[in-house]
């Protein structure tokens, strides 16, 4: 099943020039990584004091491409600049799990029907992401199998927070696709999980 994790490579060339340019003024991309946490954290913070500000959510959905970018160009600055560390590892593992916690969250107060899937949802991303990063404990990649990873999880809560901020109620079908992304969730655990080992196979 497609994952909108396979546009990357597509959306990495558009934000090459970027990444260029920023590794020529000095910055880092453990402190892209830094930056792009912060702003989640911030934002989450915002969203959960302020669940129904129409500024908050025009943010959050505006912001999962700004965090998509950051995300994309941390990785290319890592990888063709020579800026690959262990540190870079933690803080990149770390921080997208704690973002989607803190962006994520707040809709158990924005929505008015369906909060209770919300947790469950949010542990199983951790899961999935967790599942990845094994890959590469047992001698495999970091697995980045679907069908619903870190950027599907953003497309859809950024939709939603569209959405509620243009007063269009979701209410009708909320706790259906919440429930759909539960089981896909799980989907994408188990898929992970069978794609390292068969990869440690081979």
């Known amino acids: ?75 290319m600055m890592a990888r063709e600049f020579n800026q690959k560390s262990k540190l870079g590892a933690v803080l990149n593992e770390l921080t997208d799990v704690l973002s989607d916690s803190f962006l994520y969250f707040p809709f158990t107060k924005i929505l008015t029907q369906g909060q209770e899937f919300i947790a469950p949802l949010l542990m199983l991303a951790i899961i999935a992401e967790m599942t990845g ?5 047992i001698g495999a990649s970091r697995r980045y199998d679907g069908p619903f990873g870190k950027s599907d999880r953003a497309f859809i ?4 927070a569209l ?12 706790s259906p696709l919440l429930i759909a992304m539960i089981s896909l969730s799980v989907l994408t655990i188990f898929n992970r999980a069978r794609a390292a080992l068969k990869e440690v196979k081979q």
């Open 157 to 160: 809560f950024g939709m939603l």
């Open 1 to 75: 099943m497609p994952s909108i994790y396979q546009l990357k490579p597509a959306f990495q060339n558009l934000l090459r020039p970027v990444a260029i340019n920023l590794a020529k003024m000095g910055v880092t991309a453990n402190q892209v990584t830094a930056s792009g946490a912060v702003l989640s954290f911030a934002l989450g913070a915002f969203l959960w004091f302020f669940p129904q500000h129409k500024i908050a959510l025009f943010l959050l959905a505006f912001y999962q491409l700004i965090r998509m970018a950051l995300n994309a160009i941390d990785g």
């Open 133 to 137: 990063v094994i890959g590469v404990q």
């Open 163 to 174: 959405l509620i901020c243009f007063n269009i109620s979701v209410d009708t079908f909320i």
